[in-house]
């Protein structure tokens, strides 16, 4: 599993990367903060959503923690999308948060 560190996350943002970012942390956990331009999509929901991807799109998968974004990665990875666990999750993050 590839994984990114929230520093490199917010340097790539800084830079004006245009970043395919999901959260998939819960509705409540979202709505107290998260990172400008994420995607949500629920961890429970994410099999049922898929069709809202794309498979030539990098994605970088966040959660709380790095826990459930890596159980998201490994899954979307076994179905052939390229994803990066962003390793410590929002609990790492020292960037902008909405």
Same mark, same amino acid.
């Given at each position: 599993?590839?994984?990114?560190?929230?520093?490199?996350?917010?340097?790539?943002?800084? +830079?004006?990367?245009?970043?395919?970012?999901?959260?998939? *942390?819960?509705? &409540?956990?979202?709505? +107290?903060?998260?990172?400008?331009?994420?995607?949500?999509?629920?961890?429970?929901?994410?099999?049922? *959503?898929?069709?809202?991807?794309?498979?030539?799109?990098?994605?970088?998968?966040?959660? *709380? &923690?790095?826990? *459930? &974004?890596?159980? +998201?990665?490994?899954?979307?990875? +076994?179905?052939?999308?390229?994803?990066?666990?962003? &390793?410590?999750?929002?609990?790492?993050?020292?960037?902008?948060?909405?």
């Amino acid at each position: 599993m590839k994984t990114i560190l929230p520093e490199q996350v917010q340097q790539k943002l800084q +830079a004006g990367e245009n970043l395919n970012l999901i959260d998939v *942390r819960e509705v &409540s956990e979202v709505e +107290a903060g998260h990172i400008p331009g994420i995607i949500h999509i629920p961890l429970n929901l994410l099999e049922f *959503r898929l069709h809202e991807l794309d498979k030539t799109k990098p994605y970088i998968m966040v959660c *709380r &923690s790095g826990g *459930r &974004s890596g159980q +998201a990665t490994t899954f979307l990875e +076994a179905q052939g999308f390229d994803v990066t666990n962003m &390793s410590g999750g929002m609990l790492e993050w020292n960037g902008e948060v909405k």
